[in-house]
Structures are given as structure tokens and as C-alpha cells.
Nanobody, 125 residues
């Protein structure tokens, strides 16, 4: 059983930056692909960024390419999401998730995995 705890969310002005962290415990972190999802009110949850178990492969949604960077530190059992040039439309609850297989790029691979409780990101205009 893997437990995931996100942190780093908050309120930021448009154009600002935040770094989300997701600390894992209770499993072999380095064996999981990791992803960051977000869900805004009234919208479906979407995969924003994913990273393979070793970090060699990354995936980004078109809406965040060039602005967000996903990374992981397997020694610290932590995955990060650096978010730059934030826009009001980035406002959402952000969740990290672990998938037991795949390279992190497919949202369906996370359905049977593990999820954190989410952290709110609010971008003001």
C-alpha cells in the first residue's frame, strides 16, 4: 500500500510560480510511474504531467507544455511539479498518483494505482 501526500499548493498571482511536492511512503517508490492530475470545478480530471519510474520519460498535456516541469527524486521518494507562468485557468485541485505499470503518460494506467488527497492551487488574475 502506497501513501501519497501532496504539498505546496496555495494562492498565487497570474504569471507566478509554485512547486508542488508529493511524498510517497509504504511502497517501492522507484517502481512506479508517477503523475500529476488536476480537477477544476465542473471539469473532468485531467493528466497534467507524468514521469516514468526512472525519470527518463516525461509527458505533458498541451495546456502546460513549456510552463510545467515534472521531476522525481527516487532517493527521497518524492515527485515534484514545477509550475511557471501560471494562468487563472490553472486553478484546480492537483493530485499526484502512482501507476504500477506504463511510462506515466496514460491516464488510464493510474486508475488502479494510488492517489493523494490533493492540494488546491488558485491563480488570481
Amino acid at each position: 500500500q502506497v501513501q501519497l501526500v501532496e504539498s505546496g499548493g496555495g494562492l498565487v498571482q497570474a504569471g507566478g510560480s509554485l512547486r508542488l511536492s508529493c511524498a510517497a511512503s509504504g511502497g517501492t517508490f522507484s517502481s512506479y510511474a508517477m503523475g500529476w492530475f488536476r480537477q477544476a470545478p465542473g471539469k473532468e480530471r485531467e493528466l497534467v504531467a507524468g514521469i516514468s519510474w526512472g525519470g527518463s520519460n516525461t509527458y505533458y498535456a498541451d495546456s502546460v507544455k513549456g510552463r510545467f516541469t515534472i521531476s522525481r527524486d527516487n532517493a527521497k521518494n518524492t515527485v515534484y511539479l514545477r509550475m511557471n507562468s501560471l494562468k487563472p485557468e490553472d486553478t484546480a485541485v492537483y493530485y499526484c498518483a502512482a501507476a504500477g505499470w506504463g511510462d506515466g503518460s496514460s491516464s488510464s494506467r493510474y486508475e488502479d494505482g494510488y492517489w493523494g488527497q490533493g492540494t488546491q492551487v488558485t491563480v488570481s488574475s
